[in-house]
């Protein structure tokens, strides 16, 4: 008796511990980079200084460093698609997350110039 107890119970903790996650609560679903970057509504933001913007970027980026951003969000509300970048990825996680909290909810991580160049240049060659 004590087993049969015992296994219920083990059985019972196992279903009550386990959790699916349901579509509404995934935070971003899966978007075809490519498409995006390359769509002439999308806005390319890359989040770097003006020097590092200087030395090299995404083709039709505009340069709003992180610093910057949140002054430009009025402006930025009026945009269909934005992907922001950085040179690894961690200022436009950060630059995606501070837009997102103001309510512009079409916003992507492009990671990196690098990425998003690559990415244009891919498409360009085809």
Same mark, same amino acid.
């Given at each position: 008796?004590?087993?049969?107890?015992?296994?219920?119970?083990?059985?019972?903790?196992?279903?009550?511990?386990?959790?699916? &996650?349901?579509?509404? %609560?995934?935070?971003? =679903?899966?978007?075809?980079?490519?498409? *995006?970057? +390359?769509?002439?509504?999308?806005?390319?933001?890359?989040?770097?200084?003006?020097e590092q913007y200087s030395?090299?970027?995404?083709?039709?980026?505009?340069?709003?460093?992180?610093?910057?951003?949140?002054?430009?969000?009025?402006?930025?509300?009026?945009?269909?698609?934005? &992907?922001?970048?950085? %040179?690894?990825?961690? =200022?436009?996680?950060?630059?995606?997350? *501070?837009? +997102?909290?103001?309510?512009?909810?079409?916003?992507?991580?492009?990671?990196?110039?690098?990425?998003?160049?690559?990415?244009?240049?891919?498409?360009?060659?085809?």
């Open positions: 008796m004590k087993k049969y107890m015992m296994m219920s119970m083990l059985v019972g903790l196992s279903l009550t511990s386990c959790q699916t &996650v349901s579509n509404a %609560n995934v935070s971003e =679903q899966k978007v075809d980079m490519r498409s *995006l970057v +390359n769509d002439p509504q999308t806005t390319l933001i890359d989040v770097r200084i003006p030395e090299g970027t995404a083709k039709d980026a505009i340069n709003i460093p992180l610093k910057d951003l949140e002054s430009q969000v009025e402006d930025l509300k009026s945009k269909d698609k934005i &992907v922001v970048f950085c %040179n690894t990825g961690k =200022q436009a996680a950060s630059a995606k997350e *501070l837009l +997102n909290k103001h309510g512009i909810k079409n916003v992507y991580s492009g990671t990196s110039w690098k990425n998003v160049k690559a990415i244009q240049e891919e498409s360009k060659a085809k």
